[in-house]
């Protein structure tokens, strides 16, 4: 048994998250340390790799069009996974930053957003090539599907498009 000492402030914030979620205080804290020995401490010591755009594109261009959707599938559940660890719930508000974050680190330029009354219509450019584009537009098909969104995805050998309807 661990005794563990929490100012009172941080104790009603944590027993009040728990309990929104049908956990007690000791089960929430004990899947939170679960998860940062699952995922954060070994990750931690992993550092950025920069891979230039050039090789990036050629290392897509190699790969085939199953090979692509393969790797989407499996690229879109674990970026659900990171949104719902990182303390989001599933919804197109969460979708909209992962999209501007992936934009801005794995894509190397920023979405061009515009938002209306019924929907939001997200445009990437980037220089990666066909199956780049291909590939990034599909793992945003399978992350929108798997987080019950409704998207409609498309892509051009330079440009990934995106349109959000909203509820």
Same mark, same amino acid.
């Given at each position: ?26 089960? $929430? ?12 401490? #070994?990750?931690?010591? $992993?550092?950025?790799?920069?891979? #230039? ?51 801005? $680190? ?11 009354? !019924? ?6 450019? !980037? ?14 098909? !399978? ?11 498309? !892509?051009?050998? =330079? =440009? ?8």
């Amino acid at each position: 048994m661990i005794n563990l000492r929490v100012n009172d402030q941080s104790f009603n914030i944590i027993r009040d998250f728990a309990a929104n979620r049908g956990l007690s205080v000791n089960a $929430y804290l004990n899947s939170v340390i679960d998860s940062e020995a699952e995922w954060f401490i #070994p990750t931690s010591s $992993y550092a950025a790799v920069t891979v #230039p755009k050039a090789m990036l594109a050629t290392l897509f261009s190699l790969i085939d069009r199953e090979n692509l959707e393969t790797l989407a599938k499996k690229w879109a559940a674990e970026a659900r996974n990171i949104i719902m660890l990182s303390g989001q719930e599933p919804s197109a508000e969460s979708a909209l930053d992962f999209v501007r974050k992936v934009s801005k $680190y794995f894509m190397g330029t920023d979405a061009r957003i515009k938002s209306t009354d !019924h929907s939001i219509s997200i445009a990437i450019r !980037h220089d990666g090539g066909v199956n780049f584009s291909y590939f990034t537009a599909q793992s945003f098909v !399978h992350l929108f599907q798997r987080m019950e969104i409704r998207a409609f995805v498309d !892509h051009d050998e =330079t =440009t990934v498009f995106i349109r959000i309807d909203k509820p």
